[in-house]
């Protein structure tokens, strides 16, 4: 079941990459001469027209799927961190659809993060564990998980800039994490019948959590670079889906003596999404079309991860 739940996390990763280029195609493609409500509605009956934009958002519910796939197949602890390789896809996807192929800085970034995922999920051997956890065990995860994010939210509330990026982007990673092990929940309901899952709380509140973590992502973007946000949010989502898996499903990773090649793994992590954030290819006008328009004042530079 490894192998399988590693291609499945892949292509989930993969596949929501592409979505996210193939969204941010369609929105560069609508021009932006208006600004207010009435434009912004203008475009989005627009974008519903746009093949890319209709076909990223196919992908997207197929990402979700995949990744479902993966929970319902493996642990919580393999296919989270897997998942931070949406960052390099982005940027190889993007590279092609945009025509403008990332630089010496970029590629090293890249081998950064790919090392960094592979040390640190050999190292660690995730194991699997329980397919569903306890009522109790959830309750205690349940308030553990809101008092660290209101925590969060509470610290950063004063703070500005990088900092303020940081916490909030350490928010909705751990918001992410736990997004994540609710779905591994509820997928692991199906075992008694899609009646059952349909009616588990546990899908529910895998929406609710969802909708939380996307709404801090577009907080700590707001706040700063993504170069402050990224690194917290890709291993914060790493981390806390490891602890999530041990403290609800019983998965197990090593430790001992490959504690240290687990470090560097998770340094090597931090340094490239550090060094994607800050890559020369992914500023300036990477994800417009090669002598089209100019990308709006207000969107993002490069298609931003996170639909897990």
């Known amino acids: 079941m490894t192998a399988l739940t590693v291609v499945l996390a892949l292509l989930a990763a993969l596949s929501n990459a592409s979505a996210s280029v193939l969204q941010r195609q369609a929105a560069v493609e609508e021009s932006d001469d208006h600004t207010g409500v009435e434009n912004a509605v203008r ?176 907080a700590a973007f707001r706040a700063g670079s993504l170069a402050a946000s990224q690194p917290t949010l890709t291993l914060g989502d790493a981390i806390t889906s490891v602890a999530l898996g041990w403290a609800l499903f019983s998965e197990a990773i090593d430790l001992g003596l490959r504690v240290l090649p687990e470090l560097i793994g998770i340094a090597l992590i931090g340094a490239g999404s550090i060094g994607l954030a800050n890559a020369p290819s992914v500023k300036g006008g990477w994800d417009t079309e090669p002598g089209g328009r100019r990308q709006d004042e207000g969107g993002a530079h490069v298609p931003t991860p996170r639909g897990h």
Do not use: N
């Open 43 to 218: 475009r989005l009956g627009h974008l519903l027209r746009r093949p890319h934009w209709l076909a990223g958002t196919g992908l997207l519910v197929l990402s979700s799927v995949l990744q479902a796939w993966a929970l319902a197949v493996g642990s919580l602890s393999l296919v989270q961190p897997l998942l931070a390789a949406e960052l390099l896809f982005t940027l190889v996807v993007g590279s092609f659809v945009f025509r403008r192929p990332p630089d010496r800085r970029t590629w090293l970034a890249f081998a950064a993060l790919a090392v960094g995922l592979a040390v640190f999920l050999l190292s660690a051997s995730p194991q699997p564990g329980r397919s569903t956890a306890s009522p109790g065990a959830w309750l205690v995860v349940g308030v553990v998980m809101f008092c660290v994010v209101t925590l969060l939210v509470l610290i950063a509330r004063p703070t500005r800039g990088t900092a303020r990026a940081a916490l909030l982007g350490l928010a909705s990673a751990v918001s992410f994490a736990t997004t994540a092990a609710l779905l591994k929940e509820a997928v692991g309901m199906l075992e008694h019948g899609l009646p059952v899952m349909l009616a588990h709380w546990s899908l529910y509140a895998t929406a609710g959590a969802g909708f939380v973590a996307f709404l801090l992502l577009q």
